[in-house]
């Protein structure tokens, strides 16, 4: 389970983030939605490992986050896609999704791992030795959320995958994220898209300015006059 309690973020002087709650559990696909410049990116930030809570605590499996480096996170099972997906350009997709498996060391298991996740995205298994950077933006998006399958985490934070994508597209990785909370994966992921995000996850919670105000299942979120008006356009 990942918990966040009373988190305050940002960077140097500017403040981003002011008491932020929210938790994710066992099984749970989860949303922060909001405007761009919410401070959702920040949050995805904080829990990674990137930057470091001016104060609160986030905590994962009873492990506290907030003084760990991103290696000690991410070897705790905690995978972190951003919106560009950390692809290196000039590499295959094979040899990106190698490089999300650099802690294993077990070839076979490898081989294992990027099986299971081309079954995930058959279209990477037929560009395995096509160069990242000449993919289309839906097949980066796809590349990204694989290569964070890898390490075989237990909780994948996922920054903006509707980002630059059409939209049937945009449903295809929503449910494939949503397939992998069956497996076990806890899902958190940060999205302007909140129509779409609201249709497929469980819960949600909304951010803005830096503050949570809002929450709940994806169903009473949907009905909620206030995110019909400010986020749906429905008066």
Excluded at 16 to 27: A, Q, R
Excluded at 50 to 76: A, Y
Excluded at 121 to 136: C, I, K, V
């Amino acid at each position: 389970m990942l918990k966040l309690e009373n988190v305050c973020a940002g960077y140097g002087k500017l403040d981003v983030l002011w008491d932020v709650s929210c938790e994710v559990n066992e099984g749970e696909f989860v949303a922060i939605v909001g405007p761009n410049g919410a401070g959702k990116t920040t949050t995805m930030r904080a829990i990674s490992g990137m930057i470091r809570p001016k104060s609160g605590s986030i905590v994962f499996n009873n492990e506290h986050l907030e003084n760990k480096s991103m290696k000690q996170i991410h070897d705790l099972g905690v995978s972190f896609v951003t919106d560009g997906g950390n692809l290196f350009s000039g590499m295959t997709v094979k040899e990106n999704l190698l490089m999300g498996a650099l802690n294993i060391k077990d070839k076979s298991k490898k081989a294992e791992l990027t099986e299971k996740v081309i079954g995930l995205f058959p279209r990477l298994g037929e560009r395995l030795n096509q160069q990242a950077g000449l993919m289309s933006g839906g097949e980066r998006k796809m590349l990204g959320i694989a290569r964070g399958l890898m390490s075989e985490p237990k909780l994948m934070l996922v920054d903006e995958p509707s980002l630059g994508l059409a939209p049937s597209v945009v449903l295809d990785v929503f449910r494939t994220l949503k397939g992998l909370t069956n497996e076990g994966v806890i899902i958190l992921l940060v999205e302007q898209n909140v129509n779409t995000t609201l249709k497929i996850v469980d819960r949600a919670y909304i951010l803005e300015k830096g503050v949570i105000n809002g929450q709940g299942t994806s169903a009473e979120l949907l009905a909620s006059d206030y995110v019909q008006k400010m986020y749906l356009g429905i008066e």
